[in-house]
């Protein structure tokens, strides 16, 4: 049975919205305010994490971002492990995946990610996909949860676990530092011990 890991980079205050500005947020790009030696320990974190997994779960939108900004044509290491990867989107109208190893999953969301966490064995990672991360916390149907904590504040935008109907008790299992001022948080579901 696979593993549902919901991997995220947010803000200090938890916002995963345009980090790179491609929706014309109000603080679109604020990823970029990473440099140096905190851009390449996320980045080598976030490859880590590629090579580690066995399947990627994401949106039409998140994939279509993939996709417009040339994941599927790079060359190097990390793309080249993402193309190798399964990738599942969900989606009702995208119909012809370009991507190389990718299929849609139709139908209803939560059967969908139910039949596909009971047919993969290992890590299905959930990169973005910001409605369908919201419904897998909403419904419990995620192991982990990853957070890379960048050390800035935006007071608005979307967030993760920004829109659930209750409350969700969280464990944390790890913390650590990621370059000079990043923190990687993992969470699973459950009461804190």
Not at 123 to 152: K, M, T
Request: proline fraction near 4%; aromatic fraction near 10%; glycine fraction near 10%.
């Amino acid at each position: 049975m696979g593993k549902i890991v919901i991997s995220e980079t947010v803000s200090l205050d938890g916002v995963f919205q345009d980090p790179v500005g491609a929706e014309g947020f109000r603080f679109a790009g604020w990823f970029d305010q990473l440099v140096g030696s905190d851009r390449q320990a996320w980045a080598k974190v976030e490859f880590e994490e590629a090579v580690g997994a066995d399947a990627l779960l994401m949106g039409r939108l998140t994939y279509e971002w993939f996709v417009a900004r040339g994941w599927a044509s790079r060359d190097g290491d990390w793309p080249d492990r993402l193309r190798e990867l399964p990738k599942y989107v969900v989606s009702s109208t995208l119909e012809d995946p370009t991507w190389v190893n990718s299929a849609v999953l139709e139908g209803d969301v939560l059967d969908e990610v139910a039949k596909l966490k009971d047919g993969v064995d290992g890590e299905i990672v959930v990169y973005g996909s910001g409605r369908l991360v919201q419904a897998l916390i909403e419904h419990d149907l995620f192991d982990e949860l990853r957070l890379i904590v960048c050390p800035f504040a935006l007071g608005e935008g979307e967030r993760p676990v920004g829109r659930i109907s209750d409350r969700k008790s969280l464990r944390l299992t790890a913390c650590r530092t990621v370059g000079d001022s990043l923190v990687s948080l993992t969470y699973q579901p459950g009461v804190p011990a």
